[in-house]
């Protein structure tokens, strides 16, 4: 069955350095998603991304934050310069339409130092 | 203010012991609810969407239910590969969606 993958399943930062948290979604699906969970707490929705433009975004993705589909498979989420809040578990999905389900990848695990 | 609230935050039972999630929704325009289970350092894995009230899905041991204000997870005789968290969304308006914190469900053998 075929899924959404994301890498690194770990990365480490200092404060202030940027990261680059990858994706590849399922291959033929339209809509993609980057969510993030602070440990113990609820998935939060950051930002959704249709025909190569942000769809929606929650207050959550500021100027720090910013997607991108470089090319027909990956998709990525970039965070310019991190702060220790920024540590969390971040989750990419992906849906062939809206008012599908979502597909998860097993997320990465962003610790900042 | 949209919302998504899940009730009980955790719940132990003993493997066979049957009950019930709930999770309450307060969103303009909802579009689809969806339950999720998920395991520890793992992402959400789908389990059901209900689209309209009255609407009921059976997989296995678990049945979601919906109506108008809440959605039920319904988990008769359990067993302890059960044991997970399990998540309600709600989609609304265009493409936004709103997670609960969960329950804890923990299946004793």
């Known amino acids: 069955e075929p899924e959404v993958t994301q890498t690194p399943s770990h990365q480490v930062t200092q404060m202030g350095q940027e990261v680059i948290l990858r994706c590849v979604p399922i291959?033929?699906?339209?809509?993609f998603y980057w969510y993030r969970q602070i440990l113990g707490q609820k998935v939060e929705f950051l930002v959704s991304?249709?025909?190569?433009?942000?769809?929606?975004k929650s207050e959550i993705f500021d100027d720090q934050f910013s997607v991108e589909r470089p090319d027909g498979s990956n998709f990525t989420l970039k965070i310019r310069s991190t702060k220790l809040e920024d540590s969390a578990m971040y989750f990419c999905?992906?849906?062939?339409?809206?008012?599908?389900?979502?597909?998860f990848g097993d997320g990465t695990r962003l610790s900042i130092l | 203010e949209d919302q998504v609230t899940q009730s009980p935050e955790a719940l132990r039972l003993q493997e066979g012991e049957s009950s019930s999630l709930n999770c309450s929704y307060t969103?303009?325009?909802?579009?689809?609810l969806f339950w999720y289970r998920q395991d520890p350092g793992k992402g959400p894995e789908f389990l059901f969407t209900l689209y309209s009230a009255g609407e009921e899905k059976e997989k296995e041991r678990l049945k979601a239910t919906l109506t108008k204000k809440e959605s039920f997870l319904h988990i008769t005789a359990p067993k302890p590969e059960d044991s997970a968290t399990y998540l309600c969304a709600a989609l609304y308006r265009d493409d936004k969606i709103i997670f609960g914190k969960g329950t804890r469900l923990h299946i004793l053998p």
């Open positions: 969103v303009s325009g909802l579009r689809g």
């Open positions: 999905a992906s849906t062939r339409q809206l008012n599908q389900p979502q597909h």
């Open positions: 991304f249709y025909n190569n433009e942000i769809s929606e």
């Open positions: 291959s033929n699906h339209l809509y």
